[in-house]
Structures are given as structure tokens and as C-alpha cells.
């Protein structure tokens, strides 16, 4: 079935620092695939998104781009702020079932130090 | 507008008790999540509902898990003859229909503690 492998964290890294959370996946057909961030206390939100292969997501400072070459959806912002703390998670979207449920990788935690 | 609210926030439950768990999906979202996030196993997905279609309860890991959602809004999960594997934060989210792309909106879950 489809699954999505996320690099294990805790990461730790110094405010203005380069971040790179790496994401695979394995599906069948052309999934979309998805950034989720959860910062301390709050719901899960949508961070960006790409429907198809060579899209870039972007928000926030963050980017994605969907690499079907190397079923890829590597996450990375050029310079992190305390802010940016939170459990981030991978995931693509399974429409087999036209259910729409979102596959998810087992989320990498970010700290960012001063 | 209000987002997606669950209730409680926090359940405290002893080995073998039902429980209860109510998701309050945004109005006019008529697509309807329920996942279990546990130390370990990352998000799952559980049961899911689309207006009056029959759910798809694929996600649902034992017959001691259920769901139904009346009137096309309010949904509840339950558990019975709860277990300690049971612990986790269970997530609601709910959708608009159209669209396979749109953005599934979440609550901010129910920690689940089984003793």
C-alpha cells in the first residue's frame, strides 16, 4: 500500500540555519503530496502542497518540490526562526478509495534555538 | 469562522470503559475525518464520511471502534472495552466536497488515556 517515510528527528537547529526535512513516499498512480505542521498546543495545518510532478509548494519561507524521479518531497527553508518550532508531517493523499484520506509520515519534531 | 472543535480536550479512562469522543466539523464541510495519532505509530486514518454515503471504516483497527455522524455534521467515535493500546490524541478534520484536492481542516484532537 502506500506509505511515507520521513527522516526521524528531534531536530535541533540555531535560529537562521538551513533546514532540510527529507520525504519519500511510495504510492501507486500520481499522488499529491502534502507539508502538515503542528506547533506546541494547536490542530494539525495544511504548510504547502504539490498535485504533480516538478510542482513546488511554497509557504511561510518553506519549500517542496514533487520529484517523481526519486518519489521525493524533501521540505526546506533557508532560514529557520524560533517560530518555525513544531512536528512537521509528510503526507500524500490516497484517492483509491475516493475516500481522500491522507497518508501521513511519522513526523519530524524541529526545535530552533536562539 | 470557527474552525474544526472536539470534545474533550482530555479523557482520562480505566481498562475496559467506553468512551466517547465528539468531533464538531466546520459548517458546510460535508467530507468528515476521524485519525488516531500514538507515540510510535505516527497519524492513521481511521473512518471516514461523505454526506449520506456509506462510511469508509477501512482505518478502523478493531470491532471495539465505531463512528456515525448525525445529520451530516456532528460526529461521534467510540471506543468500547477500552485498551491501554488505545491511548492516543484522536484528530478529527473535515473537508468540503468538491474538490479531491481541498484542504482537510483539523481539530485540536482528544488526548485518550487509557490506565
Known amino acids: 500500500g502506500d506509505s511515507v517515510t520521513q527522516m526521524e528527528g528531534p531536530v535541533t537547529l540555531s535560529e537562521e540555519a538551513f533546514l532540510t526535512i527529507n520525504c519519500t513516499y511510495t504510492?501507486?498512480?500520481?499522488?499529491?503530496l502534502f507539508w502538515y505542521v503542528q506547533y506546541p498546543g494547536e490542530g494539525l495545518q495544511l504548510l504547502l502542497k504539490?498535485?504533480?510532478?516538478?510542482d513546488k509548494g511554497s509557504n511561510k519561507g518553506f519549500e517542496a518540490t514533487y520529484r517523481k524521479e526519486t518519489t521525493s518531497f524533501h521540505l526546506e527553508k533557508g532560514s529557520v526562526q524560533v517560530s518555525d518550532s513544531a512536528v512537521y508531517f509528510c503526507?500524500?493523499?490516497?484517492?483509491?478509495?475516493?475516500?481522500?484520506?491522507?497518508?501521513f509520515g511519522k513526523g519530524t519534531k524541529l526545535s530552533v534555538i536562539p | 469562522g470557527a474552525g474544526v472543535s472536539q470534545s474533550p480536550s482530555n479523557k482520562v479512562t480505566e481498562k475496559g470503559k467506553d468512551v466517547e469522543l465528539r468531533c464538531d466539523p466546520i459548517s458546510g464541510h460535508t467530507a468528515l475525518y476521524w485519525y488516531r495519532q500514538s507515540l510510535g505509530q505516527g497519524l492513521e486514518f481511521l473512518i471516514y464520511f461523505q454526506g449520506n454515503s456509506a462510511p469508509d471504516k477501512s482505518g478502523l483497527p478493531s470491532d471495539r471502534f465505531s463512528a456515525e455522524r448525525t445529520g451530516g455534521s456532528v460526529s461521534t467515535l467510540t471506543i468500547q472495552r477500552t485498551q491501554q493500546e488505545d491511548s492516543a490524541v484522536y484528530l478529527c478534520?473535515?473537508?468540503?466536497?468538491?474538490?479531491?484536492?481541498?484542504?482537510?481542516?483539523f481539530g485540536p484532537g482528544t488526548r485518550l488515556t487509557v490506565l
Open positions: 504539490a498535485t504533480k510532478a516538478d
Open positions: 478534520a473535515s473537508r468540503r466536497l468538491a474538490g479531491v484536492y481541498n484542504e482537510q481542516f
Open positions: 504510492a501507486t498512480g500520481y499522488p499529491s
Open positions: 503526507a500524500l493523499l490516497y484517492s483509491g478509495a475516493g475516500s481522500y484520506q491522507l497518508t
